[in-house]
């Protein structure tokens, strides 16, 4: 049987990995060859790495880390973050990723989703979304880029309608109204989601407890990213599968 | 691994995934020799086939690089070959990715997932071990019953109920409603449908039972 996925996000500032509160207030976790290594080792079932200022300082992700990180970690890494253009991609899946997760750059340049997917597959193309609720779109979500800094025309509907056909393996899902608040994923959001598409979804933004992802599983979510709970120590992926499984919902259990 | 000196080659022929297949055999302390043509073939003892995107893809890249029989000609000189993912689909005989006529080493044929399940099936799923089959015990050293392994694949060597044409599968998976081999062998042949490079720990002991594997 197919497990459902639970995915620590490094969002990574200066090399190292950093954790925000609704896209700010940046506190430093660790570094993230050592994070990623100790996720894989106790039952991250991917990792994500986010490089969260490339994009604003207009450059590539650092590859030199991803192939550290790939050297230690043996479960899929996802890169996101900086990627502008095939060859960006391309070094990406070269030094040890498995997928390139696409955000800022997908509404700027769709062209690019369907130029990895006919290269590398599908499987390798991770759309990312930042959304907040925003009443005056008609689906109630607006999306954001650069970080959520900035609103774009598109409603987060409308855009998924668009872009999913390019050659999209997955969607990742950021509420920013929910990031880093530890009160649940926005399950409203995941609902509509789900309804529309048929890709796998990954759940992010809001992670407090094993209760959330439970919900955000029952909903239909294929996945979970957590990243405050567990760079915190408060709880552990290992935890968060227990209570999963007591919750009837199947996780992977053996590494 | 207890013997590091082992000539281990990693197949490259341009498939996506040699890089991580590559770091795997490092974690096995194992320095991997990189084999792309059939002269280097000679060289080695062990080979692990990688592969990431379409069987015909992969048996196009094969033929132009004058592959085939070599790696036919190494398959029946008894040295132990592994296939990874699309490396595993094309030991069979046929791919229905693309009308693809493979390398014919192993008796399946690869069809396209037919389920109202998300394709490319994707992600952590379990693997039930073949008791009968003769690999068994060494394939599943330290490795439970029913372990995970990570997937990404949209055709598959589904599981035929002929028995006659199952003695190689050594481990099946489930997906949409349809079994299929996850993992195959038939003395030193052996194939992978997951991603055994990055399915963590568990993965890696696998490489490493196929490592340690000798014909009795």
Request: proline letters at 3%; hydrophobic letters at 40%; glycine letters at 10%.
């Amino acid at each position: 049987m197919l497990k459902k996925r639970i995915i620590p996000c490094l969002d990574i500032r200066d090399g190292r990995v950093t954790k925000g509160v609704e896209f700010k207030n940046n506190i430093d976790v660790g570094c993230p060859v050592h994070l990623s290594e100790f996720y894989s080792q106790n039952g991250a079932d991917e990792i994500v790495i986010y490089d969260i200022t490339a994009s604003v300082e207009k450059r590539a992700p650092d590859f030199a880390v991803i192939e550290k990180i790939a050297a230690k970690s043996f479960v899929p890494i996802c890169i996101g973050g900086g990627i502008r253009d095939f060859s960006d991609a391309s070094h990406c899946i070269g030094s040890g990723a498995e997928k390139v997760s696409l955000n800022s750059i997908a509404p700027r340049k769709p062209e690019l989703i369907t130029e990895i997917s006919s290269h590398f597959g599908v499987q390798a193309v991770v759309l990312s979304l930042d959304v907040q609720s925003d009443a005056s779109c008609p689906s109630g979500y607006r999306l954001f880029i650069n970080g959520g800094r900035l609103a774009t025309e598109w409603d987060m509907l409308r855009w998924l309608e668009f872009a999913l056909p390019l050659g999209v393996g997955e969607l990742c899902i950021n509420s920013i109204d929910q990031d880093g608040k530890r009160s649940g994923y926005d399950l409203n959001l995941l609902r509509l989601v789900k309804a529309q598409v048929r890709v796998p979804v990954i759940m992010s933004g809001g992670a407090g407890e094993a209760k959330h992802l439970v919900e955000a599983f029952v909903e239909g979510a294929d996945a979970a990213l957590v990243a405050s709970i567990v760079h915190s120590g408060e709880t552990s992926v290992q935890k968060l599968k227990e209570e999963c499984t007591r919750a009837g919902i199947a996780v992977r259990l053996d590494w | 691994m207890k013997n590091t000196e082992m000539k281990v080659g990693i197949l490259n022929y341009g498939a996506g995934n040699f890089g991580s297949v590559r770091r795997a055999i490092e974690a096995l302390k194992i320095d991997p020799i990189e084999v792309s043509d059939a002269n280097a073939l000679k060289h080695v003892e062990r080979l692990i086939f990688p592969g990431v995107g379409s069987a015909q893809q992969a048996m196009a890249e094969l033929k132009r690089r004058d592959l085939v029989e070599a790696l036919q000609g190494f398959a029946h000189s008894g040295r132990p070959l592994l296939g990874i993912c699309v490396g595993m689909q094309v030991l069979g005989e046929w791919s229905e990715e693309g009308d693809t006529v493979c390398l014919g080493l192993l008796p399946f044929k690869v069809e396209k997932f037919q389920c109202d399940d998300p394709i490319p099936h994707m992600g952590w799923n379990s693997v039930a071990w073949s008791r009968e089959h003769p690999s068994q015990e060494a394939a599943t050293v330290s490795i439970a019953a029913d372990a995970n392994f990570y997937f990404v694949h949209s055709y598959a060597a589904f599981v035929e109920k002929d028995e006659k044409k199952s003695s190689h599968i050594l481990g099946v998976s489930s997906y949409g409603g349809q079994d299929f081999c996850a993992l195959v062998a038939s003395k030193n042949i052996w194939g992978a449908q997951c991603h055994i490079e990055k399915s963590g720990r568990i993965g890696l002991r696998l490489i490493e039972n196929f490592l340690c594997w000798e014909d009795v």
